[in-house]
T-cell receptor, first 114, second 111 residues
Framework: NAGVTQTPKFQVLKTGQSMTLQCAQD?????MYWYRQDPGMGLRLIYY???????DKGEVPNGYNVSRLNKREFSLRLESAAPSQTSVYFC?????????????FGPGTRLTVL | QKEVEQDPGPLSVPEGAIVSLNCTYSNSAFQYFMWYRQYSRKGPELLMY????GNKEDGRFTAQVDKSSKYISLFIRDSQPSDSATYLC???????????FGTGTSLTVIP
């Protein structure tokens, strides 16, 4: 099993450009999450999807959109990138909709916005 | 006030030492508690997972939860250089989907 995979691993954007971060999991998990990690701020939840067909905002959703394409895939889109979105982005998945089983993380995407 | 507080360190110990990592929290609704290990430039890896109060042991790792004090701990026995990483605590309620993370403690185990 590959677990949680993310593409791309690295990306440099100019201000105003758009891009989509891809995430897929092969553990048949119901819930999927997008986080950003910044120094001194820890992991902050951007959006999550409790099950296929549903998405909800997390702590820092502004400037992002998500799509739960199917049970396996959950993408994060930046419509007009800003330097404040420079960060490391992690996708995660969890078996139980209430998160009781903990989360499994992907390797991350390092994004720089110039 | 943040819901989960964690001392960022850094913490530096000699090989073989017992390490104690801690988090405090403010929300009594938290029921599930987790510890993650994150190596540099990698994703967090789930280490330990406990429900409610008590202890859980897995090899050299012991997770402890004291709900009355809103305090959780991770103990690492016989620490190894390979334990050098950032350790994140996390917790969640009985319902809902949001996880609440500490900012992480950086640990270095010196050979």
């Amino acid at each position: 099993n590959a677990g949680v995979t993310q593409t791309p691993k690295f990306q440099v954007l100019k201000t105003g450009q758009s891009m989509t971060l891809q995430c897929a999991q092969d553990m048949n998990h119901n819930s999927m999450y997008w986080y950003r990690q910044d120094p001194g701020m820890g992991l902050r939840l951007i959006y999550y999807s409790a099950s296929e067909g549903t998405t909800d905002k997390g702590e820092v959703p502004n400037g992002y959109n998500v799509s739960r394409l199917n049970k396996r895939e959950f993408s994060l889109r930046l419509e007009s990138a800003a330097p404040s979105q420079t960060s490391v982005y992690f996708c995660a998945s969890s078996e139980a909709t209430s998160g009781r089983a903990g989360q499994f993380f992907g390797p991350g995407t390092r994004l720089t916005v110039l | 006030q943040k819901e989960v507080e964690q001392d960022p360190g850094p913490l530096s110990v000699p090989e073989g030492a017992i390490v104690s990592l801690n988090c405090t929290y403010s929300n009594s609704a938290f029921q599930y508690f987790m510890w993650y290990r994150q190596y540099s430039r990698k994703g967090p890896e789930l280490l330990m997972y406990t429900y409610s109060s008590g202890n859980k042991e897995d090899g050299r790792f012991t997770a402890q939860v004291d709900k009355s004090s809103k305090y959780i701990s991770l103990f690492i026995r016989d620490s190894q250089p390979s334990d050098s990483a950032t350790y994140l605590c996390a917790m969640t309620k009985n319902t809902g989907n949001q996880f609440y993370f500490g900012t992480g403690t950086s640990l270095t185990v010196i050979p």
